[in-house]
């Protein structure tokens, strides 16, 4: 048996066990998954990875595993790179081409944004939110 966390089109969160991975989508195609708060057929999963069935206290740890890896990771980021804003694909497009001095910068870019620098063999990545410094304060 898997648990899944599962989100409804309106964010009501709710769980429910399926016999197997492959026990969700059978279910929610044929729509037997309904929200128990507003009976909504839209179900999705709330995680990208299946719950499988722990003790409270391991998925407690495994969250906390991930916070701190989160912490390290934005720490590493700011410590090393600059932080570049809303510049951040001209930045990034300017230094790969060779017409600005290479660094290593973060900021904020849009998908289409992200897309286009790989595309142009610039080497992005973008950060799921957890992971992904909170902007240094502007100098006014
Ligand atoms: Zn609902």
Redesign the pocket.
Same mark, same amino acid.
Request: aromatic fraction near 0%; include cysteine.
């Given at each position: 048996m898997i648990r899944y966390s599962l989100l409804?089109?309106?964010d +009501?969160e709710f769980e429910a066990w399926f016999s197997n991975s492959d026990g969700f989508d059978d279910q929610a195609a044929r729509g037997l998954v309904e #929200?128990p +708060? #507003?009976?909504?057929m839209q179900v999705r999963k709330a995680l990208a990875a299946p719950a499988v069935a722990t003790s409270r206290k391991r998925e407690a740890s495994a969250a906390h595993q991930m916070a701190e890896m989160a912490n390290k990771v934005k720490a590493h980021i700011r410590k090393n790179y600059d932080y570049v804003g809303d510049d951040f694909a001209r930045e990034a497009r300017a230094i790969h081409d060779g017409d600005k001095p290479a660094r290593l910068i973060y900021g904020e870019a849009s998908l289409n944004d992200t897309k286009a620098l790989s595309e142009d063999g610039v080497p992005v990545t973008p950060l799921p939110d957890a992971f992904a410094p909170t902007p240094p304060k502007k100098a006014n």
């Open positions: 409804c089109d309106a +009501h #929200c +708060h #507003c009976g909504s």
